[in-house]
């Protein structure tokens, strides 16, 4: 088997594809590792509201990722996808070393932002890869496998916090040296990857053009003028952005509402969030992978989604005892497996042509992660000066608005490969008439 230069193996197949998700383990993986060692940080480097906001704002949850996101996408188109996977990891270890080791506040805010850009370069080229490598009739399932892997990392990294609990914030250091140490298992793993045949594909074909005298389409000037665009931008924005302006607040800080609202301790917060993960896993498997492919994706959609929204009223308007707090997060760990971001890791990868797909990414990824850092930056102080339950009822609203536009807007994109929906709603414009020819 061919290898290359620092000896790993030829990395294919369903192993290519998990190498790949692995970065959507690190992304969640790291925001949890902030999320459970918050208060820990807190009490150590006697962190102010405002320094807990600003750490996640510029967070692998927020604007780092976003920064990361808006300089991925136009480098993976540019340079190719695998041109991400052999740099990206490498920046991301250091700074995730540099949190483990952290002494002062500079040190942890400076690893916080490095590891944020790191797993915002990331992630949108790893759902690009997925789907431009899978079979048609199987996209969902390998695209689901990065959300399974999303579920997985909050899943391990809050039963590690658990396990941890008793070492204090050395315990927390332990969790960052953990991602470290998946970090670079998986950089190993995909020196062994191939290029993505469709993006090779469309680089010879630029090449072709270039000899030819035609200009080659801004990808951002296209994102905005044409219509066929504007309309997945306001899908896909939609869905994502207003569900995470929820899940993102939500990821960063519901330990931290257990605690202070609830009056749950540490150890108990973090097994809620195993316990919330685990359904999510489950759903993500035998829900979005297993069904994905087979069954109307609008309806899966409107489940979950109906799902997410009952859960957050029940979280709001009843007290928040056990039996309620269970309800919460079976029912809101079910619905986010089959929710907005197994479906925008989908969507985002059929609705744009090859030729900026990864681009496209990035500018929304930037978008959203933006909105939600302000949102990150603002909630502590909405929560201590106007309540949690006025919080909720704002959440909810978000949830509701991602709802009603990702039921009306679904894309009919089942069963047709990635050249297909490309030629579909591309090929009459100018500058995709090649499309013309695809069979």
């Keep these: 088997m061919a290898q ?93 070393l540099l949190i483990a080791v952290s002494v002062n506040f500079p040190m942890l805010l400076i690893g916080t932002i490095i590891t944020g850009i790191a797993v915002g370069a990331g992630v949108p080229v790893s759902w690009t890869y997925i789907a431009e490598e899978s079979p048609t009739d199987k996209r969902a399932a ?14 391990i990294t809050f039963l590690l916090a658990v396990l941890a609990a008793p070492l204090g914030l050395l315990g927390s250091r332990l969790i960052f040296f953990h991602l470290l140490i998946v970090a670079f298992i998986t950089w190993y793993l995909r020196q062994g ?40 931008l306001f899908l896909l924005i939609g869905i994502y952005l207003f569900w995470n302006l929820t899940a993102g607040a939500m990821g960063y800080f519901m330990p931290y509402i257990y605690e202070n609202v609830g009056g749950l301790s540490t150890m108990q917060a973090n097994l809620l969030q195993v316990f919330l993960w685990s359904f999510t ?16 994706r609008r309806a899966l959609f409107g489940i979950g989604a109906g799902m997410g929204v009952v859960a957050w009223v029940i979280l709001t308007f009843m007290p928040m005892t056990w039996p309620t707090l269970i309800a919460f997060v079976i029912l809101w760990g079910s619905s986010a497996g089959i929710g907005a971001q197994a479906f925008y890791a989908l969507w985002t990868s059929e609705l744009f042509p090859t030729i900026y797909r990864a681009s496209a990414q990035g500018t929304m990824y930037f978008i959203v992660r933006t909105g939600i850092s302000v949102w990150s930056f603002v909630l502590p102080t909405i929560m201590m000066t106007l309540g949690f339950k006025v919080a909720g009822i704002v959440m909810i609203v978000f949830l509701v608005v991602h709802m009603i536009i990702g039921i009306a807007m679904a894309p009919n994109t089942q069963g047709k490969n990635l050249s297909e929906i490309e030629k579909e709603r591309y090929g009459d414009l100018e500058g995709f008439e090649h499309l013309k020819n695809v069979n």
Excluded: C
């Design 193 to 232: 990857l191939d290029e993505s045949k469709m993006w090779e594909e469309q680089k010879a074909k630029d090449h072709r053009d270039h000899a030819a005298g035609i200009q080659k389409r801004n990808a951002f000037k296209d994102l905005f003028t044409l219509k066929v665009n504007r309309q997945s």
């Design 281 to 296: 896993v489950l759903t993500t498997y035998f829900g979005f992978m297993k069904l994905g492919d087979k069954v109307s």
């Design 142 to 155: 390998h695209v689901g496998t990065a959300q399974l892997a999303w579920s997985l990392g909050p899943a």
């Design 4 to 96: 290359n230069k620092i000896g790993a193996k030829k990395t294919t197949g369903w192993k290519a594809t998990v190498s790949v998700a692995m970065a959507n383990y690190i992304e969640a993986g790291s925001i949890i590792a902030a999320a459970s060692s918050l208060t820990l940080w807190q009490a150590y480097l006697n962190i102010d509201n405002m320094g807990v906001g600003l750490l996640s704002a510029l967070s692998a949850n927020a604007f780092g990722a976003a920064i990361g996101a808006l300089i991925g996408g136009p480098l993976t188109d540019k340079f190719g996808r695998k041109f991400i996977f052999t740099y990206d990891l490498l920046i991301y270890m250091l700074g995730v």
